[in-house]
């Protein structure tokens, strides 16, 4: 009998996997993958990007892979700032995926999350199955509800952390919603002690704002790797 595999093993794996380095724009990320019908990768497409230049991504990337009737998309996902984060020397645990509320463009709070280590499927596929997402009233109006997750990380290396969030930044890896306090809360999630919390950004939330716009659209989080090199940029794909 297979024994069970949590989700936060998975994505530890990866995480050291990560070879990705934004000092030289080279190496391997984590992406998710989603399958869409051929007759409707030009309408994904151009969510995706609809939903990139509003913040809701990772970064600006993205593969195509031809795969009988279908196309395959691998975007990145934010557990790559993690595998960045560990490969710098900075114990990072990944601590949970939810739900945030978002109003006026800014995120305020988890209104749902599901932990990691307690759970075989990861928690953003079961909220993009639950159709709980509001990402497309958040894309027109700054309102709604977006995916994200949390981090902790011991809270001495604060001033290694940002170095490495602006080293990523610099070359579109963003996706950051908030980098919180020693011991505070993060968009209302308790963090262990002489920790420090930070939230990022889901990037299944391209997939999510397609299925929100009725495209049937299948997707994966968490799904792999992939080399930067081979991906391209959707401004570039969408023109």
């Not at 030009?42 to 990007?49: D, I, K, M, P, Y």
């Not at 002690?193 to 989080?221: C, F, K, M, P, W």
């Not at 968490?222 to 991906?231: D, F, Q, W, Y």
Request: aromatic content about 4%; proline content about 4%.
């Amino acid at each position: 009998m297979q024994p069970l595999a949590f989700t936060l093993s998975k994505i530890e794996n990866l995480m050291h996997q990560v070879t990705f380095d934004p000092l030289t724009g080279r190496g391997k990320i984590i992406t998710n993958t989603s399958l869409v019908r051929k007759e409707q990768i030009e309408e994904t497409l151009a969510v995706f990007h609809d939903a990139i230049t509003s913040g809701l991504a990772v970064c600006p990337l993205i593969k195509l892979e031809e795969d009988g009737k279908h196309v395959r998309i691998y975007t990145a996902c934010s557990m790559t700032i993690d595998g960045v984060l560990l490969k710098q020397g900075i114990p990072v645990r990944p601590k949970g995926g939810g739900l945030i509320e978002v109003l006026d463009r800014e995120p305020l709070r988890f209104t749902d999350m599901l932990m990691y280590w307690a759970t075989t499927i990861d928690p953003i596929d079961i909220l993009i199955a639950q159709e709980l997402t509001g990402i497309t009233g958040m894309m027109r109006t700054g309102n709604g509800r977006i995916l994200g997750n949390l981090q902790e990380v011991p809270m001495l290396a604060r001033e290694r952390i940002e170095e490495v969030l602006d080293h990523l930044a610099r070359v579109e890896f963003t996706g950051v919603l908030e980098l919180g306090e020693p011991n505070m809360d993060v968009l209302g999630v308790p963090v262990e002690r002489d920790h420090l919390g930070i939230a990022l950004v889901g990037g299944t939330n391209l997939a999510a704002a397609a299925l929100e716009y009725g495209i049937g659209i299948q997707t994966e989080s968490i799904s792999g790797l992939t080399e930067v090199a081979e991906m391209g940029h959707i401004e570039d794909i969408v023109c």
